[in-house]
């Protein structure tokens, strides 16, 4: 699959100096980084195995139903969403990335800035198999934490619809 079809965004890379990337890795962290930026297409999802895990502070999504939803979930959470920088540190199972962003929380307005450390990991056919979004670099450990991060990957799919074809994600505005 090219680039082209995926229609990625982010096509310049930052690597930190002495890491450098192969294509397919290029194309992985150019897909993550457009859906970190609240634009995802089922085309770039195809990109992850269906089991893949994605995983954050707030959520720990199991399986293909509930990673999309929250990746499309930030269309719907955020009015604003910049990348103020990145840079991949490590190109081996995981890519590593420092990444740096600014949401605008829609309706009301908050800023938040959230510093990261991305980890991208691929299985043997080079799919993603799992995404770390480790704020301040940390993930919480407590079981109280990781009950809420587990509900939360269940509730998101029921409140956020995930396009069923490319038209309809085209009518959402993803390329």
Same mark, same amino acid.
């Given at each position: 699959?090219?680039?082209?079809?995926?229609?990625?965004?982010?096509?310049?890379?930052?690597?930190?100096?002495?890491?450098?990337?192969?294509? *397919?890795?290029? +194309?992985?962290?150019?897909?993550?980084?457009?859906?970190?930026?609240?634009?995802?297409?089922?085309?770039?999802?195809?990109?992850?195995?269906? %089991?893949?895990?994605? %995983?954050?502070?707030? +959520?720990?999504?199991?399986?293909?139903?509930?990673? %999309?939803? *929250?990746?499309?979930?930030?269309?719907?959470?955020?009015?604003?969403?910049?990348?103020?920088?990145?840079?991949? +540190?490590?190109?081996?199972?995981?890519?590593?990335?420092?990444?740096?962003?600014?949401?605008?929380?829609?309706?009301?307005?908050?800023?938040? +800035?959230?510093?990261?450390?991305?980890?991208?990991?691929?299985?043997?056919?080079?799919?993603?198999?799992?995404?770390?979004?480790?704020?301040?670099?940390?993930?919480?450990?407590?079981?109280?934490?990781?009950?809420?991060?587990?509900?939360?990957?269940?509730?998101?799919?029921?409140?956020?619809?995930?396009?069923?074809?490319?038209?309809?994600?085209?009518?959402?505005?993803?390329?």
């Amino acid at each position: 699959m090219s680039t082209g079809d995926l229609k990625i965004e982010n096509t310049n890379i930052k690597t930190a100096p002495g890491v450098s990337l192969d294509s *397919q890795q290029k +194309t992985l962290v150019g897909s993550v980084l457009d859906l970190f930026a609240g634009r995802p297409s089922l085309e770039k999802l195809k990109l992850w195995s269906d %089991e893949g895990v994605f %995983e954050d502070p707030i +959520t720990i999504a199991q399986g293909r139903k509930q990673y %999309e939803a *929250q990746w499309y979930g930030l269309q719907t959470a955020f009015s604003e969403i910049e990348r103020l920088n990145h840079e991949v +540190t490590s190109s081996g199972n995981p890519i590593s990335m420092n990444l740096k962003t600014r949401y605008v929380v829609k309706g009301i307005g908050k800023e938040q +800035t959230i510093s990261s450390v991305v980890n991208i990991f691929t299985d043997k056919d080079g799919k993603i198999s799992k995404v770390e979004d480790k704020w301040d670099g940390k993930l919480p450990e407590s079981s109280i934490a990781n009950a809420f991060r587990h509900l939360n990957s269940v509730t998101v799919p029921k409140m956020i619809s995930v396009p069923k074809d490319k038209e309809e994600d085209a009518k959402r505005g993803n390329p």
